[in-house]
């Protein structure tokens, strides 16, 4: 049974730091990412790594947010610094299973920069 855990949100302050960390177990994954959704807007791709380390991000996090994963472990991270009310959403960790196009989603957890 494929589970994806995820920890590290709360409340941060406009400028402020937050590290999500999400614990995958049950298989092993070709891609792994973070997606986010807030109130009243479709659920949008935050950033994404491949197992050999390939990453991809969205425009407006990119030289702020830095996506890592460690394949021994099972986990990816998103590192996100320089913080946004913007980045205020619902942050989901995604992962596809190897080999199939099948994708698995955390509970996600919540973000919220405000001052």
């Known amino acids: 049974q494929v589970q994806l855990v995820e920890s590290g949100g709360g409340l941060v302050q406009p400028g402020g730091s937050l590290r999500l960390s999400c614990a995958a177990s049950?298989?092993?994954?070709?891609?792994m990412g973070w997606y986010r959704q807030a109130p009243g807007k479709q659920r949008e791709l935050v950033a994404t790594?491949?197992?050999?380390?390939?990453?991809n991000y969205l425009d407006s996090v990119k030289g702020r947010f830095t996506i890592s994963r460690d394949n021994a472990k099972n986990t990816v991270n998103l590192t996100m610094n320089s913080l946004k009310p913007e980045d205020t959403a619902v942050y989901y960790c995604n992962a596809v299973r190897v080999g199939t196009p099948r994708a698995y989603w955390g509970q996600g957890t919540q973000v919220t920069v405000s001052s």
């Open positions: 049950g298989s092993i994954f070709s891609i």
């Open positions: 790594v491949t197992r050999g380390g390939n990453t």
